[in-house]
């Protein structure tokens, strides 16, 4: 790079297009360096977990990248699979595919309420 004070308006813009060029090109390789650098970490945890007999659902409850909300508790079932009673739903949220299909051959909410 030569003294920008002695450029012209066309050399500064070409050389700041080239400056911003290898700039985007520093923050994909960043990246992908990133990406490939949470693979190996994980690869490494869940190797150290599986020597323990451990897996990461273990240790994250099964619920991996989902953080509770403070004061936040579980609402209470009102409804209930009709064939299998530990599929419930709390009428909060998306219904349940179980509760779609139930609706879908006739059941009314009432029919499948606790």
């Given at each position: 790079m030569s003294d920008v004070k002695k450029m012209s308006r066309e050399q500064l813009e070409k050389e700041a297009a080239e400056a911003e060029a290898r700039l985007r090109e520093l923050r994909k390789a960043q990246e992908e360096f990133d990406g490939r650098r949470?693979?190996?970490?994980?690869?490494?945890?869940?190797?150290?977990?599986?020597k323990e007999g451990f897996?990461?659902?273990?240790?994250?409850?099964?619920?991996?990248?989902?953080?509770?909300?403070?004061?936040?508790?579980?609402?209470?079932?009102?409804y209930r699979h009709p064939e299998n009673g530990a599929?419930?739903?709390s009428g909060r949220g998306r219904q349940p595919g179980w509760y779609k299909e139930a609706l879908a051959q006739g059941k009314k909410p009432e029919d499948l309420a606790i």
């Open positions: 949470l693979k190996e970490l994980r690869g490494e945890i869940e190797a150290m977990l599986g897996t990461l659902a273990d240790l994250f409850g099964g619920k991996q990248g989902k953080k509770p909300v403070a004061g936040a508790a579980k609402a209470p079932a009102k599929l419930t739903w």
